[in-house]
């Protein structure tokens, strides 16, 4: 059974970093795309950055310029680096994942699974 544990969110002050993390199990990492989401207060969940097994990105442009989307084939873990954070990225942040499609995996709309969450809180 597939399983995705978050790590890494709290709080820091506008124009700091944080560092997510997300370590996959019960499925193969080839085989499989991964994705951080993010749900804002009142908001909707949004796909902010996505990554194929072959390693391409794509971001939203709100985090573009600012967010890493990285991955560890070995340690099946999926990573966020977050840099100039400001207080409109505060929120939920969730790792997701799916099947590998080359026509689906940069589409945040057809991801399923996902992990519990992890907080990120930005102040000014």
């Known amino acids: 059974q597939l399983h995705l544990a978050e790590s890494g969110g709290g709080s820091v002050q506008s124009g700091g970093s944080l560092k997510l993390s997300c370590e996959g199990s019960?499925?193969?990492?080839?085989?499989?795309?991964r994705g951080w989401f993010r749900q804002a207060p009142g908001k909707e969940r949004e796909g902010i950055a996505l990554?194929?097994?072959?390693?391409?990105?794509t971001y939203a442009d709100s985090v573009k310029g600012r967010f890493t989307i990285s991955q560890d084939g070995a340690k099946n873990t999926v990573y966020l680096q977050m840099n100039s954070l400001q207080p409109e990225d505060t929120g939920l942040y969730y790792c997701?994942?799916?099947?590998?499609?080359?026509?689906?995996?940069?589409?945040?709309?057809?991801?399923?699974?996902w992990g519990q969450g992890t907080q990120v809180t930005v102040s000014s």
């Open positions: 997701a994942a799916r099947p590998w499609d080359s026509a689906h995996c940069l589409d945040s709309t057809t991801y399923r699974a």
């Open positions: 019960g499925y193969t990492y080839r085989k499989y795309c």
């Open positions: 990554i194929d097994s072959a390693g391409t990105t």
